[in-house]
Nanobody, 128 residues
């Protein structure tokens, strides 16, 4: 399965961007967005659990970012509003097939090492 991320760019603080991740092939149980700023580790941003219909967010983006999934198009969307300079990073989409038990999902869905497939990344720069 290939993951193709798009939609990054340069935006002023307070602006918005919409990222898309198109998956070709099989359906993932989980799809997520991670980001990595220069000199920092890859960090969790948001995730979608397909079969439970649940979404998860990092505290730093809660209330500003919205993750959604177009199942018909097998596409993951990240709507980013009220962007801040600290949101500047390369954003990656990721997918995983195998399901976790519900009690483990909230923790493991945030770990980049638990995902099997990755897109190539798209640069988001928030600057005036």
């Amino acid at each position: 399965v290939q993951l193709q991320a798009s939609g990054g760019g340069l935006v002023q603080p307070g602006g918005s961007l919409r990222l898309s991740c198109a998956a070709s092939g099989s359906i993932f149980s989980y799809m997520a967005w991670f980001r990595q700023a220069p000199g920092k580790e890859r960090e969790f941003v948001a995730a979608n659990s397909r079969y439970r219909g649940m979404t998860y967010y990092a505290d730093s983006v809660k209330g500003r970012f919205t993750i959604s999934r177009d199942n018909a198009k097998n596409t993951l969307i990240l709507q980013m509003n009220s962007l801040k300079p600290e949101d500047t990073a390369v954003y990656y989409c990721a997918g995983r097939y195998n399901r976790w038990v519900l009690s483990a999902e909230a923790e493991r869905i945030r770990r980049p090492t638990d995902y099997t497939d990755w897109g190539q990344g798209t640069q988001v720069t928030v600057s005036s």
